[in-house]
């Protein structure tokens, strides 16, 4: 089911330039509350700054966004409800009126517009925090701090201390003067530990080495045995799935794990027409949504000897509830596709002897639930600095300089 955002002013306040990652959804009153808040002398000069600059987003992002009239019909609604004629009714009333029409979320921090909205209007109402598409300063799993000699002579001299404040498993990338990576450590809570993984040289894939420095920070991350869930992100392009497949086969190879399952929330492409029907059984239903792990393995034969082998499980995510995996890789691909529910859900089945591996592109979601619920957003910002948490994100293109071209079109 799909859902629009319906904004009430103060959350539109507090998201600014965020809220523009959707189509949302507003009331007139709202736009006339942000005028009053521009003028008004008992507004603090903080919430008339968010006022003036909302305003000023709202009128260069005119038709991204929909406003609902203050008309005879919303006030017939607060009638009908029996409600006061305020500014808060009028705004709800208005989602109210909406929501016959198209599926609404009603976003707002205001605890009383929350109660009358669930409990009045029965409208399906989150707060600010609850939006996935809310984050501050982005995580990307390390820091790049450029050192002049002698910051670099203390920081090697007092390797022991966290001097960059870095969370557990954040990796430090170390820059000369003239912004020259030289070294890359990783924060393990008690040190700042070098790089220790090996590269691979892999039947199907030939040899894997990382082609830049995120990369390189990947391989790391993917053969650290202490680490139990795992997370790549970053652009089309990038490697993620490049990096996994070929470092978790090559652990299966060195007798690590068992076997790979590869799970897929089956979700087609946002806007593209359904082919109908897929015949067979439910390993064939899924093939098509194994493409991406098939490419790395020769095709769909080197998939099927792989699975043939034992290697390889593909499984459904719809059917994983009651199921434990014992000395297994769980990689998820396409991880943008899921809610807090499914990650929450994925973890729990995480065996002894196993790791959880998850890779996304927060901009390759296919669904307004998932930009809203996005549930590889909430692990990376829930269990960063976790011991058993491993996260980087990919930052360059590397399958080729067309594919790199898609970025200009954002």
């Not at 498993?169 to 040190?191: A, E, S």
Request: aromatic share 8%; charged share 25%; glycine share 6%.
């Amino acid at each position: 089911m799909e859902y629009r955002l319906f904004l009430d002013t103060n959350a539109l306040l507090n998201l600014q330039d965020k809220a523009f990652s959707e189509n949302f959804v507003i009331s007139q009153k709202t736009l006339e509350e942000l005028e009053d808040i521009k003028s008004s002398s008992k507004k603090d000069g903080e919430v008339k700054h968010k006022a003036r600059k909302i305003a000023r987003l709202l009128d260069a992002n005119d038709g991204n966004y929909t406003v609902i009239r203050t008309d005879s019909k919303v006030k017939d609604c607060i009638k009908n409800f029996d409600l006061d004629e305020t500014p808060d009714n009028i705004i709800l009333a208005s989602a109210y009126l909406f929501n016959e029409n198209e599926n609404v979320i009603v976003v707002s921090d205001d605890i009383n517009v929350k109660f009358i909205s669930r409990n009045i209007f029965q409208l399906l109402t989150k707060g600010i925090d609850e939006l996935s598409l809310v984050e501050s300063e982005e995580y990307t799993g390390y820091k790049e701090i450029m050192m002049s000699d002698d910051e670099m002579s203390y920081f090697y001299s007092n390797i022991d201390k966290n001097i960059y404040g870095l969370l557990i498993n954040q990796y430090l990338v170390v820059q000369n003067k003239d912004g020259v990576i030289i070294d890359n450590r990783r924060w393990d809570g008690t040190t700042h530990k070098a790089m220790s993984y090996k590269q691979i040289n892999n039947d199907f894939i030939g040899r894997v080495k990382p082609r830049n420095n995120a990369q390189v920070l990947s391989f790391d991350m993917l053969q650290n045995k202490d680490e139990t869930i795992k997370i790549l992100s970053g652009r089309w392009g990038s490697g993620k799935d490049f990096l996994m497949i070929s470092n978790a086969l090559e652990l299966i190879k060195q007798g690590k794990y068992d076997r790979l399952v590869y799970i897929r929330n089956a979700i087609g492409i946002s806007d593209a027409q359904e082919i109908g029907f897929l015949p067979g059984d439910m390993q064939e239903k899924l093939a098509p949504f194994t493409a991406a792990l098939a490419d790395h393995l020769g095709g769909q034969q080197g998939l099927e000897y792989q699975i043939i082998q034992g290697n390889i499980t593909v499984e459904h995510l719809g059917f994983i509830r009651g199921r434990t995996y014992l000395n297994s890789i769980v990689y998820v691909s396409e991880a943008e596709n899921l809610t807090k529910d499914h990650v929450q859900l994925l973890i729990s089945r995480i065996g002894e002897g196993s790791t959880l591996w998850m890779n996304g592109d927060y901009k390759q979601t296919d669904s307004h639930i998932f930009r809203m619920n996005n549930g590889l957003m909430s692990a990376i910002n829930c269990l960063k600095g976790h011991p058993r948490f491993g996260f980087v994100k990919l930052n360059k293109t590397e399958r080729s300089e067309t594919a790199e071209m898609a970025e200009l079109l954002d």
